[in-house]
């Protein structure tokens, strides 16, 4: 049965994925608290396990994520999904790392 919490992040990702395509969304967002997050939850490591090696091949930067909305949409998906009770600027963070990282939407 899917909780209220994770009915209303889906809607959240809905709405952000389909209005911010652009990268101006990590604009104010703290890096340093986006790279500690990935690093507490561990989230290379879930990766890992999901995808093999190092995990790093889940970002994949022409598939399904192709925008800033997106992106920032999966990350508040694994925050539901995952019961990581991040706040919404936590979650911006941690999307604006892998934006940097990985993705590099202008």
Known sequence: M???HTGWALFLWVLVAGTAHSADIFKDADLALGERLIAENRCSQC???????????????MG??????????????????LN????????TAVAA??????????
């Open 2 to 4: 899917r909780s209220k």
């Open 47 to 61: 990766h890992a396990q999901k995808v093999g090696g190092d995990g790093s091949s889940i970002y994949k930067p």
């Open 64 to 81: 399904r994520i192709n925008n800033a909305g997106l992106l920032r949409g999966m990350v508040e998906q694994c925050n539901a999904s």
């Open 84 to 91: 990581m009770q991040m706040f919404p600027e936590e979650v």
């Open 97 to 106: 790392v892998l934006n940097r990282d990985h993705y590099k939407f202008k």
